[in-house]
């Protein structure tokens, strides 16, 4: 693997401990004196900053390109309407109706415009916010209210990785369009996921997405002294490295709920952690 890696962290769905494992192996690695950055791109509620708790001293907005039409110049013909996939644009009694929330920004609409009475205005969908949180560079998109462009703020967060660091992308949960946003193009995947019957039908979906995407991975399984042992035999039947078993530690659920880091309050699983980045090949 290469000297400055992306590490995707994700899970198949929510509540497995998805931004607990991605903090602390951010929190190791820095220990360890590497040079580290932890992107949140769980924008839709990224919640990486209540552990870390960075001190953010850069934002910037994001934002999309939507169209506008010029009622003087439009000519009601409907092309823009017909083409358009998403019902973002649409043409009524001869008047054009824009929805914006519903563009996907692919610019059709201005291109197959016969009277040129389509343009492009920028409307603002989200925040990249940038700081530290002492040795780990923190980089945190939040997609705004209201706004459905979750893979463009995700994009947009990815396109502030340092190349000088080992890249922590905290995914969304889940295997739809967000997600492949967030893992694409990275070097590794971790999957997290729980010991019961949910957990491991969300790891198999997640599984087969990263296996399709041609993506390495591995697991971490939580709580992993609880619940059964599906998950495990699953992962010995497919061939799949489990990485990190952390226990059903009541200490881990004090810390979480208290919005502290598993490193700063037990300090014993460093090597845990240190055997997981190892596991990696970090």
Do not use: W
């Not at 040129?116 to 923190?138: P, S, V, Y």
């Not at 790891?203 to 399709?212: D, E, P, T």
């Not at 300090?267 to 190892?278: C, G, I, V």
């Amino acid at each position: 693997m290469k000297t400055h890696p992306v590490i995707a962290v994700a899970s198949g769905k929510g509540g497995t401990g998805k931004t607990t494992i991605a903090v602390n192996l951010a929190l190791a690695l820095s220990v360890n004196g590497r040079a580290v950055q932890y992107l949140d791109c769980d924008v839709e509620e990224p919640n990486g900053a209540i552990f870390l708790k960075p001190d953010f001293d850069s934002r910037m907005p994001v934002y999309a390109g939507v169209p506008q039409v010029d009622p003087q110049a439009c000519t009601g013909c409907g092309k823009c309407g017909a083409l358009c996939q998403y019902g973002a644009i649409v043409s009524v009694g001869g008047n054009v109706l824009t929805f914006e929330q519903l563009c996907h920004s692919c610019g059709g609409c201005m291109r197959i415009c016969p009277a040129g009475a389509i343009t492009e205005k920028q409307l603002e969908i989200g925040l990249i916010e940038q700081g530290r949180a002492g040795e780990i560079a923190c980089v945190q998109g939040l997609l705004k209210i209201g706004s459905v462009r979750t893979p463009t703020v995700i994009e947009q967060t990815r396109a502030k990785m340092n190349p000088e660091a080992i890249k922590i992308l905290d995914a969304p949960p889940g295997t739809s369009c967000p997600v492949i946003a967030a893992v694409r193009d990275t070097d590794f995947v971790l999957l997290v996921t729980e010991p019961t019957p949910f957990g491991l039908h969300d790891l198999k979906l997640a599984v087969g997405m990263v296996r399709q995407l041609g993506l390495p991975f591995g697991v971490v399984v939580n709580r992993a002294d609880s619940g059964d042992d599906r998950v495990e035999v699953y992962c010995g039947r497919e061939g799949i490295d489990i990485l990190l078993r952390l226990p059903d530690d009541r200490r881990i659920a004090r810390a979480y709920s208290d919005g502290r880091m598993i490193l700063n309050v037990l300090p014993e699983y460093q090597s845990r952690f240190d055997q997981l980045a190892e596991g990696i090949g970090l």
